[in-house]
């Protein structure tokens, strides 16, 4: 894991990056934790643009670091009119990357299987355990025969709700004419395999494998990533034609089924409407409470207790009315009005607090950063990346936050500067410029 964060106004912009990386080999081995990792790069010799990577540090087991210089050194001096161009660019760049030998599944499609599958199956459980409170029965009370019929009607549900929600996700398509049904046709005996391994204990019917086989092929054209294997990058500086600078950021997952598939790329620009922005990466929990003066877990577990609580006392006040032997229909009524009195409570709650978020916090770090010169957001980024690796050390978990970090200020006269940033060597014995 990692924080990152990208600091912004009409001046430059500043970008830094801690230097943690977390090895995991295996589940049975403990994660080991590297404080040297370079995450922040110049993605032009020449020009005033900016690359950072979290998540994973690799694409298809290929260092992020040496990808980013080999695009650099493919780009050379070539100008893009937009920050936006340089993103596509590297898209393209990495597109040409696919390396695939014969025809069996890289590890990133097989992964897109196995939790595909996995991910059914917690489905399938969540739909038993409804079923089961829904007719106030314990499975251990039921025959094997109920048990199975319990189990064959919830994974029709968990097929059809699983159905709806792959549908719902939004198409990518880019990732149209992918060969996911051809490959896994061809490496029908590992499918089979592993649907067997995942779904061991689960009465799958021929006709319920055919739709998991194709919903899975349906999800590889949506903006989801099954395989939990995406990189974070973010671009950011200056294109030719641009005066303020622009951000660009967007994940990664690996080729899936001879396709790169990334989520759409978001981009956040600085203009005379917004004059400045923070955007933290990765863990960036406490770079947003000091933005929004609470920590947004906490804030989430304010909102559930406020309406577990609701809902606690309407289920109280529908007992003791009962008790009171008040008409069903009454109680009917007098409950209707009270949860829609405290929905409408809960959303006043919430429309207060984020209003004293914004006025009291948010505000006036936006206004105060839209102001500061360049030293000073390097500064600022810095102490944003610090104060998350402090709050990891100051805690009982594992310091995946932490090391040396690199900050850059690029703008637009001066171009990319390194402010702070560590090296493997000692520049003194190295006659060549680092880079």
Same mark, same amino acid.
Request: a negative charge; glycine letters at 6%.
């Given at each position: 894991?990692?924080? %990152?964060?990208? =600091?912004?106004?009409?001046?430059?912009?500043?970008?830094?990056?801690?230097?943690?990386?977390?090895? $995991?080999?295996?589940?049975?081995?403990? &994660?080991?934790? /590297?404080?040297?990792?370079?995450?922040? /790069?110049?993605?032009?010799?020449?020009? &005033?643009?900016?690359?950072?990577?979290?998540?994973?540090?690799?694409l298809m087991r290929i260092p992020w670091e040496t990808l980013i210089k080999q695009f650099r050194r493919q780009l050379g001096d070539r100008d893009e009119s937009h920050l936006e161009d340089y993103a596509v660019s590297f898209i393209g760049f990495l597109g040409g990357l696919n390396r695939r030998q014969g025809s069996d599944l890289n590890f990133v499609e097989q992964w897109h299987i196995i939790r595909f599958l996995k991910a059914f199956r917690q489905r399938t459980q969540h739909q038993l355990e409804g079923l089961l409170t829904q007719s106030g029965d314990k499975s251990e009370t039921l025959t094997e025969d109920q048990q199975k019929k319990l189990l064959r009607k919830a994974m029709t549900a968990a097929i059809s709700d699983f159905g709806k929600f792959v549908e719902g996700l939004e198409n990518l398509e880019y990732m149209e004419g992918h060969q996911a049904k051809e490959?896994?046709? =061809?490496? +029908?005996?590992?499918?089979?395999?592993?649907?067997? %391994?995942?779904?061991?204990?689960? *009465?799958?019917?021929?006709?319920?494998?055919? +739709?998991?086989?194709?919903?899975m092929v349906d999800a590889v054209e949506k903006e989801f990533f099954f395989s939990e294997?995406?990189?974070?990058?973010?671009?950011?500086? /200056?294109?030719?034609e641009e005066l303020y600078p622009v951000m660009v950021r967007c994940n990664f997952e690996g080729f899936l089924f001879d396709k790169l598939k990334y989520g759409r790329y978001q981009v956040t620009k600085i203009d005379d409407n917004c004059r400045s922005y923070i955007t933290p990466f990765a863990q960036g929990d406490e770079i947003s409470a000091f933005i929004q003066g609470i920590d947004p877990g906490f804030m989430i577990r304010i909102q559930q207790s406020m309406q577990n609580y609701g809902s606690g006392?309407? #289920? #109280?006040?529908?007992?003791?009315?009962? %008790?009171?032997?008040? *008409?069903?229909?009454?109680?009917?009524?007098?409950?209707?009005?009270?949860?829609?009195?405290?929905?409408?409570?809960?959303? $006043?709650?919430?429309?207060?607090?984020?209003?004293?978020?914004?006025?009291?916090?948010?505000? &006036?770090?936006?206004?105060?950063?839209? /102001?500061? *010169? !360049?030293? %000073?957001?390097?500064?600022?980024?810095e102490s944003l990346v610090t104060l998350t690796s402090l709050r990891k050390k100051?805690?009982?978990? $594992?310091?995946?936050?932490?090391? *040396?970090?690199?900050?850059?200020?690029? $703008? !637009?006269?001066?171009?990319?500067?390194?402010? !702070?940033?560590?090296?493997?060597?000692d520049p003194q014995q190295n006659f060549t410029k680092s880079d």
């Open positions: 894991m990692t924080t %990152e964060v990208s =600091v912004m106004n009409k001046h430059a912009v500043a970008l830094a990056a801690d230097s943690a990386v977390t090895i $995991s080999v295996s589940s049975d081995i403990a &994660p080991k934790i /590297f404080h040297s990792v370079d995450k922040l /790069f110049m993605l032009s010799k020449s020009r &005033p643009v900016g690359i950072m990577i979290y998540g994973s540090a690799s490959l896994m046709a =061809v490496n +029908k005996s590992w499918v089979d395999q592993v649907m067997a %391994e995942v779904l061991n204990d689960l *009465p799958v019917t021929a006709s319920q494998k055919k +739709k998991l086989l194709a919903l294997n995406d990189s974070g990058v973010v671009i950011a500086g /200056f294109g030719e006392f309407i #289920q #109280q006040l529908q007992t003791v009315l009962s %008790e009171q032997k008040v *008409p069903e229909g009454q109680i009917a009524e007098m409950v209707s009005a009270m949860s829609e009195y405290a929905g409408q409570q809960g959303e $006043s709650l919430n429309a207060s607090l984020g209003q004293y978020s914004q006025q009291r916090y948010i505000d &006036p770090v936006v206004d105060a950063v839209a /102001f500061l *010169p !360049k030293h %000073e957001l390097s500064h600022l980024a100051m805690s009982t978990e $594992s310091e995946t936050v932490g090391g *040396p970090v690199d900050v850059a200020v690029i $703008s !637009k006269g001066d171009g990319f500067i390194w402010i !702070k940033r560590k090296n493997y060597f």
